[in-house]
């Protein structure tokens, strides 16, 4: 193993202004008391991805480009948690736009700029989440159910395609790290109906590292310091400083004590605030 911190890179200057103009403009919108999210959403989309369309009568739409427009605007859309019976449907229509904004970012030629994209769902996520620390820090294609059960810490780092299915709720600590492909699920169904539905909340302690392609089952608690190997499946808690693996997962290694780890120097995330 080596000392690997993450490297500073630079953007040009050209791009890294303008990148920050159009964050400033959205955050500003987007902390009006009157901002209208819904058509936030629409406008921002609209001009990332059919500038030659804005304002037009949708009338004047070809057929095909119409349908696609449509999508761009949250009122003209449904997502699966809108059919779970338990939604809070007040609470899910406030950030609904938001999501929706959040993953046709994500779709779009923008998405995959680590460095544009983490800024921006730093934005977006204090307006979605229940509770959002410093540094939230998502990769692209982040998955959300509900959005508002969701908590997250300081320092808490979510990877490319991870899944947060926060419907009983997530709470993640301070410093969590979910890798890549990783699931989170807070909600299960009865072997004999699946209509029969368990909302059991997911907590995840302070420093839990959830490695690449693991899977967490509702109701399951990592305790601090924790860890879920790759493609494990935790089915049940995890104690502090144990690292679980396989199917289903079993403390296998534990953690070396704080004052057995080697010290590294100090750093930071070149793209923490
Ligand atoms: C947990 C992990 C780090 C263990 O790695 P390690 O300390 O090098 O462990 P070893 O390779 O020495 O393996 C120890 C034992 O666990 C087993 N093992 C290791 N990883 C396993 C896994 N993911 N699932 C099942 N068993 C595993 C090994 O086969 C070995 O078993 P044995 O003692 O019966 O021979 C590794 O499995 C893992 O998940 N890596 C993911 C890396 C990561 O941090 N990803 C996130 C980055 S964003």
Known sequence: MAFLPLRSVDVSAHASAAYDAWLDDLAGRLA???C???????????????PQYA???IERV?????????????????????YYAEIDVGRYAA???LIWLWEMFDKSPLGENVYLGVKFRRILAPHIFKRCGRNFKAFHFVKLSFGYNLEVGD????????LLDDRGGIRLGDRVSIADYANIYSHTHALHDGRDVDTPA?????????????TILAGVTMAADSMLGALAVATRDIAAGDVALGIPAQPKLKKPAREERPSF???TDPLAE
């Open 32 to 34: 009006a008391p009157d």
């Open 55 to 57: 304002g037009m009568e």
């Open 265 to 267: 120097p100090t750093s």
């Open 155 to 162: 320092d808490v780092v979510v990877h490319r395609h991870v």
């Open 62 to 82: 070809p057929a095909a480009a119409r349908i696609a427009l449509l999508q761009l605007d949250p009122r003209n859309i449904t997502l699966e948690p809108e």
């Open 202 to 214: 997911v907590v995840l302690g302070d420093g839990v590292r959830v490695t690449y392609h693991a």
């Open 36 to 50: 209208d999210r819904a058509e936030l959403c629409h406008s921002v989309l609209t001009a990332i991805y059919y």
């Open 95 to 97: 950030i609904k736009p």
